[in-house]
């Protein structure tokens, strides 16, 4: 597969990648690339090498995965290109490839399909105040801790309909609108995406020692939401 033509194929890599003269302005305003070991400059440059290489490298690597989707880039790039964009057709496909497992970052994709993604469809909300689970959220500190065990008082209080039916915050989404953001979902390629990412999740995870248990391969999402090898700041 050419690389480098699939990723013509997604719109935002179009809309982004438009001529890149390198001069490094949308990595001086990236808040990503003030704190990660990350420069947007060299990945609008190799994109626009057309290596193949170079880009399969870069759809396996820490890096892609950085961006905080800002678009901080887009206002300030002097030809008009968005490296935020290059980014997300970057991911897209590597998701797609199965090349996100390759590294830590990348293998957060299992976690996020599995909490954020699964309660889209489950739901209707990305994060919802039951996963905010203390153990798994140290940096919540004890007001966090507190609020989790008095969601429904804490909720109440500040004028939320947490789980209940009509109008408000946190409100029970209708099922018939679950139905229209499933359909969405099925339509737009995000439940075959899905799909992808637990097919390609589990080989790795078979292939680094997990075994599958009764909440499929729960000790691997653990290890991968959790794992941090210190190398990803800026020193
Ligand atoms: S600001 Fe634009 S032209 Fe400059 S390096 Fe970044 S993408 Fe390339
Ligand atoms: S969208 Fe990504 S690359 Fe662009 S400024 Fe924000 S974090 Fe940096």
């Known amino acids: 597969m050419e690389l480098y033509q699939e990723l013509t194929k997604d719109v935002r890599f ?3 990648l438009k001529s890149c003269m390198n001069c490094g302005v949308c990595t001086a305003i990236c ?4 704190f990660y070991d990350y420069d947007p400059r060299i990945i609008a440059g190799i994109v626009q090498s057309k290596d193949e290489k170079r880009i399969e490298e870069l759809l396996k690597s820490e890096t892609i995965w950085y961006c905080g989707e800002c678009m901080s880039c887009k206002t300030r790039c002097p030809r008009g290109n968005t490296p935020g964009m290059i980014i997300m057709a970057l991911r897209s496909l590597s998701q797609e490839l199965g090349y ?11 976690a996020i399909k599995r909490v954020v993604g699964e309660n889209i469809i489950s739901k209707g909300y990305c994060v919802l105040p039951e996963n905010l689970i203390p153990e798994m959220h140290p940096e919540q500190g004890p007001v966090g801790e507190w609020i989790y065990d008095n969601k429904e008082e804490v909720y109440e209080r500040v004028g939320a309909n947490y789980n209940g039916d ?20 099925e ?7 899905f799909e992808k990412i637990e097919y390609f999740s589990k080989l790795k995870a078979k292939n680094m020692g ?20 210190g190398k990803h700041n800026r020193q």
Not at 100 to 110: A, C, D, M, P
Not at 210 to 224: G, K, L, M, P, Q
């Open 100 to 110: 996100f497992t390759e590294s830590e970052k990348g293998r957060q994709q299992l």
């Open 166 to 185: 009509g109008e408000g915050a946190l409100r029970k989404i209708p099922q018939e609108s679950m139905d229209e953001i499933y359909r969405i979902f």
């Open 31 to 34: 808040p990503a690339a003030e």
């Open 14 to 16: 179009v809309e982004g």
């Open 210 to 229: 997990f075994t599958e248990n009764e909440d499929n391969y729960a000790d691997y999402v653990s290890h991968i939401f959790t794992t941090n090898n």
């Open 187 to 193: 339509i737009t390629g995000g439940i075959d995406r």
